[in-house]
C-alpha cells in the first residue's frame, strides 16, 4: 500500500483516507456467529501475541488492565502500543475492542471503594476513562471491580456504572463488567446495574470441584439469570487454564495432546475440548454468548478451545461425531501425517479409524482435526486440503443423490485423482461426471 501511495499520489491518499471512514464488514467466519451471539476473550497486556490472536473467531476483546486511583484518576495504560495494535488489528478485523478496568490485583479494591464513594472522584474517574476510550479509539469499557460488597459498596457502585454508561452509551460506545460467578458477594452488583449494561461477563471459573465443570458453571449463569439479568445480557466465562495449580491450557496440551480431549490431568482440572462445546451448546439456547480468560492461554490448530466455540457456534449445533468417508477403490478420505496445519494434503488412503480420517457435516462443511475441507482453486484440477474454517464457497460441499460432493464455490465435484485408488492419491476438484472416482460414502 505505501508503495502505491507514491505512485499515484494525492489521488490515491484521498481515497485511502475515505476508505477508513467506512465501516468494516466482519470476517466469514465471524459473521457465521449467530446474530448477536458474543465471543468475548480477554487479552492481557502482558501477553505479547496480539499479532497472532485469530480475530475472526471473535466479536469483542478485552484488554486488561487499567487500574483506578482513589481520587478517580487513572495509573498509566501498561504496553500503549501493544493496545494500539490491538485496535488496529481488531478494527481491520471487525472485532470490538474494550479496556478492562481493575482486575484481582491481589485482592485489593480499596482504590474503587474510596473514588466510588465521593461524586467528585466518580466523575474524575469517568471522564479520565473517556479520554482513554478517545484517545484509543476504543468501543468502550469493561468494569472489573472485584468486587463491591453488597450494602453501601453496591449502592456507589450502581452510582458509578449509571453515570459511566450515560457518559459512554451518549458516544456509542459499550459498558460491560465482569462479575463473580455466584455467592452472597454478587449482591454487590445491584439488579439495578443489568439495565445500565450492554452485557456482564460471568467468571464462572475458580470455583466448582472439578474446577468450572459444566454443572457449575451453567448454575452460575442460572444464578444471575434468576435475579433478573436478561439471557441475552449474560455471557458465559470459560477458563482457559487449570486449578488447583494454574497451568494454561497451551502448556497442558504440549505436554500431552490427549489433554485436549480431558478435563483433568495430574491432579490439576480445566476445560477441554467436549466440555468447551458443550457450554457453548448450552449458551447458544440460554446465554447471550462465551467468555474467555484469556487468549494467550490458548492453543491452536485443531485443538484450540477458541476454535471449537466458533465451530459450535456458528453451525448452531456441536460438531457430530466424527465419520469416515469412503471413496474409490474402498480407501478413506485421509489427512496426511495427521497434521493440522493450513495447506496439509487431503488424499485417499487404507481405512484405519485414526483422527486423520474422522471428518463431520457442520452445515455444508466437512471437517477433520478442527479444520475445513478446502478447495484450493476453483479450475480441474485444483487440489483439496486442510484449512482454517472461513465458511467461504471453496468450503462448502453439497452431498448428492449419486454420491457426489459438489464444491459450492466451483461447481466441480470432489475426485480421485488419476483415478487411481493408491494411497497417497491427491484428492482434487474435476468435472462432475458421476463416474467411481467421484462417488462418496459417510460411513
Known amino acids: 500500500m505505501r508503495s502505491l501511495r507514491s505512485r499515484l499520489g494525492a489521488v490515491s491518499l484521498a481515497l485511502a483516507a475515505a476508505a477508513a471512514t467506512m465501516t468494516v464488514s466482519a470476517p466469514a467466519a465471524q459473521a457465521a456467529y449467530p446474530p448477536g451471539f458474543k465471543s468475548v476473550g480477554y ?66 479494591d480499596d482504590n474503587f471503594e474510596i473514588l466510588a464513594a465521593n461524586a467528585n472522584s466518580r466523575t474524575t474517574f469517568v471522564n479520565a476513562l473517556i479520554n482513554v476510550v478517545n484517545q484509543y479509539n476504543l468501543d468502550g469499557v469493561d468494569m472489573d471491580w472485584e468486587y463491591p460488597d453488597p450494602g453501601v459498596e453496591g449502592d456507589n457502585f450502581t452510582l458509578l456504572m449509571r453515570q459511566l454508561g450515560d457518559a459512554l452509551h451518549s458516544r456509542g460506545k ?28 460471568i467468571m464462572a471459573y475458580d470455583g466448582g470441584s472439578p474446577h468450572a465443570n459444566y454443572d457449575w458453571s451453567i448454575n452460575s449463569v442460572n444464578f ?18 487449570s486449578r488447583p495449580t494454574y497451568i494454561s491450557y497451551r502448556d497442558l496440551v504440549a505436554q500431552d495432546p490427549a489433554n485436549a480431549n480431558r478435563d483433568c490431568y495430574n491432579g490439576n482440572c480445566y476445560n477441554g475440548l467436549p466440555t468447551i ?62 497434521n493440522s496445519a493450513n495447506g496439509t494434503a487431503v488424499q485417499l488412503w487404507t481405512c484405519n479409524g485414526t483422527n486423520a480420517q474422522q471428518w463431520s457435516r457442520n452445515g455444508n462443511t466437512v471437517r ?44 466441480r465435484c470432489l475426485d480421485a ?7 497417497g492419491t491427491r484428492l482434487q476438484l474435476w468435472d462432475c461426471a458421476g463416474t467411481a472416482n467421484q462417488r462418496w460414502t459417510f460411513s
Open 368 to 411: 477433520a482435526l478442527g479444520k475445513c475441507l478446502d478447495a484450493s482453486g476453483t479450475a480441474n484440477g485444483a487440489v483439496t486440503q486442510l484449512w482454517d474454517c472461513t465458511g467461504a464457497g471453496n468450503q462448502q460441499w453439497t452431498a448428492e443423490a449419486n454420491g457426489q460432493l459438489r464444491n459450492v464455490g466451483s461447481g
Open 417 to 423: 485423482t488419476g483415478p487411481s485408488s493408491a494411497d
Open 43 to 108: 487479552q492481557p497486556s502482558w501477553s505479547s501475541n496480539v499479532s497472532t490472536i485469530p480475530y475472526n473467531k471473535l466479536t469483542h476483546i478485552n484488554y486488561a488492565f487499567v487500574l483506578p486511583n482513589a481520587n478517580g484518576t487513572l495509573q498509566g495504560v501498561p504496553e500503549p502500543g501493544r493496545l494500539q495494535q490491538l485496535v488496529s488489528l481488531g478494527h481491520q478485523n471487525g472485532v470490538k475492542v474494550s479496556l478492562a478496568v481493575g482486575g484481582w490485583n491481589n485482592g485489593n
Open 277 to 338: 462445546r458443550r457450554k457453548t451448546t448450552w449458551a447458544l439456547s440460554n446465554a447471550g454468548g462465551i467468555m474467555n480468560w484469556e487468549l494467550s492461554q490458548d492453543t491452536t490448530g485443531g485443538n484450540s478451545l477458541l476454535n471449537a466455540i466458533w465451530e459450535t457456534a456458528s453451525g448452531g449445533t456441536p460438531p457430530p461425531t466424527g465419520r469416515t468417508i469412503v471413496g474409490y477403490g474402498g480407501k478413506c478420505v485421509d489427512v496426511a501425517g495427521a
Open 174 to 201: 459499550l459498558l460491560t463488567a465482569a462479575v463473580v460467578s455466584e455467592g452472597p458477594v454478587a449482591n454487590g452488583v445491584q439488579p439495578a446495574v443489568f439495565g445500565i449494561v450492554d452485557w456482564l461477563n
Open 224 to 241: 444471575w439469570k434468576n435475579r433478573g439479568l436478561p439471557a441475552s445480557k449474560a455471557v458465559l466465562g470459560v477458563p482457559f487454564y
